[in-house]
């Protein structure tokens, strides 16, 4: 089992939906979870991080992470077509380095 | 500041040969950062360096690979002999700290393909 797994995907949503993207984890000691999204050909970039169980908002974006079910998930309101991207969530585990999922693809199709 | 800096950003080679992948991390940042990227594994992490020391290299998959730091400006990931199936997106990446929500940052990939 992979320390932090994501839903395979991929996943095609409409223009302006809200695509969910998950993620759990096994690693107990993890603290800090990333999300990092990548353009196909390019390199990850950081979107969101979120340690507190609950909630964070940025934009259209929004993190939630449950602790107590090792679950994270990535929220992405009013889908656009430039939010297509394979998105990677991390995990950063009682080793301190990051651990990535093996990404979800999404396409936003307009 | 640049970023993170990669050469070659493509380099394709035969079986056999020896590979040189270079990273110039960012300025001031403590930790760099080795992944190999493929569809088949996802992003793997081979080693990391803090302030120039090798901390972890148990991503590293066999002997062809090594991995140096000789200075803070500068790193390089070696294969030889290279074979096919490291063909790979190599990326490096660097941090300031390793710690809480500290980004790590990445460069802009070598695309390695070995005939």
């Known amino acids: 089992q992979k320390e932090v797994e994501q839903n395979s995907g991929p996943l095609s949503v409409p223009e302006g939906a809200i695509a969910s993207l998950n993620c759990t984890y096994s690693d107990r000691g993890s603290q800090s979870f990333f999300w990092y999204r990548q353009y196909s050909g390019k390199s990850p970039e950081l979107i969101m991080f979120?340690?507190?169980?609950g909630d964070k908002e940025d934009g259209r974006f929004t993190a939630q992470l449950n602790k107590a079910s090792q679950y994270v998930s990535l929220l992405i309101r009013d889908s656009q077509p430039s939010d297509s991207a394979t998105y990677l969530c991390?995990?950063?585990?009682?080793?301190?380095?990051?651990?990535f999922g093996s990404g979800t693809q999404l396409t936003v199709l307009p | 500041d640049a970023g993170v800096i990669q050469s070659p950003r493509h380099e394709v080679t035969e079986m056999g040969q020896e590979v040189t992948l270079r990273c110039k991390p960012i300025s001031g940042h403590d930790y760099l950062f080795w992944y190999r990227q493929t569809m088949m594994r996802g992003l793997e992490l081979l080693i990391y360096?803090?302030?120039?020391?090798?901390?972890?290299d148990s991503g590293m998959p066999e002997d062809r690979f090594s991995a140096k730091m000789p200075n803070a400006s500068f790193s390089t990931l070696k294969i030889q002999p290279s074979e096919p199936r490291d063909s790979a997106v190599y990326f490096c990446a660097s941090s300031l700290v390793l710690a809480g929500d500290n980004e790590q940052f990445f460069g802009p990939g070598t695309r390695l393909t070995v005939l």
């Open positions: 991390a995990g950063r585990g009682s080793a301190r380095q990051l651990t």
């Open positions: 360096f803090n302030n120039n020391v090798p901390i972890d």
């Open positions: 979120i340690y507190s169980n």
